[in-house]
């Protein structure tokens, strides 16, 4: 392989996903995370991307949704693949005609449960407390037009017990992300097999 495979990751908060995925390739010769694109102004994954010494840009709702801004820029950096890392708005139409079967998402439950427009982060967790379910975990799938919908490449399980809150629950999951999201993604893209979870 002459050039590393280029990805963009896409956070709307926090970041620890996209700072995860960034130094779980820092130093592999075949995929590099080129750019972090946020569209929230305060984002703190943009204080991780100048951390990790990564370009971020961003992009508001408009940029997103109305113009071919974002689509244009990944465009110019040669980008191959768009990860989808705590990034919260739909991904408009032109990205994935753009990308198709190359824009990836994780989600924190087991689709098709819990998924859909407004179920994100915490609201998640405390729905599946809420609920008295026993297990849940994450799914890691490709996009379609649709929240929180397309190909299922992975899931991993966790259980919940009657003890626990959104909180603990949240942590679980977290667990979960650091451990399989990174290695997922460079499966996928990389055509190699998918890890296992041994131990649910």
Not at 137 to 142: D, P, Q
């Amino acid at each position: 392989m002459d050039k590393p495979i280029k990805l963009a990751i896409l956070a709307s908060g926090n970041g620890t996903n996209a700072q995860q995925i960034s130094e779980y390739f820092a130093n592999s010769k075949t995929v590099k995370v080129d750019l972090i694109i946020y569209n929230k102004r305060d984002a703190y994954v943009a204080k991780r991307a100048e951390n990790l010494g990564i370009e971020s840009r961003y992009f508001n709702r408009h940029d997103f949704l109305e113009t071919d801004n974002v689509l244009n820029l990944l465009k110019e950096r040669n980008i191959d693949y768009i990860i989808l890392a705590g990034f919260l708005l739909l991904v408009p139409e032109n990205l994935l005609s753009a990308f198709p079967n190359h824009i990836i998402n994780i989600h924190p439950a087991l689709l098709p449960k819990y998924g859909g427009k407004g179920m994100y982060g915490h609201h998640v967790h405390e729905a599946v407390v809420a609920n008295h379910e026993s297990e849940t975990g994450i799914t890691i799938h490709v996009i379609d037009h649709r929240y929180d919908c397309g190909t299922t490449l992975f899931q991993a399980y966790c259980k919940v017990l009657p003890i626990d809150t959104a909180d603990d629950v949240a942590a679980k999951i977290h667990l979960l992300e650091k451990e399989f999201f990174p290695r997922v993604i460079e499966s996928y893209i990389l055509n190699r097999p998918m890890p296992t979870q041994h131990d649910k």
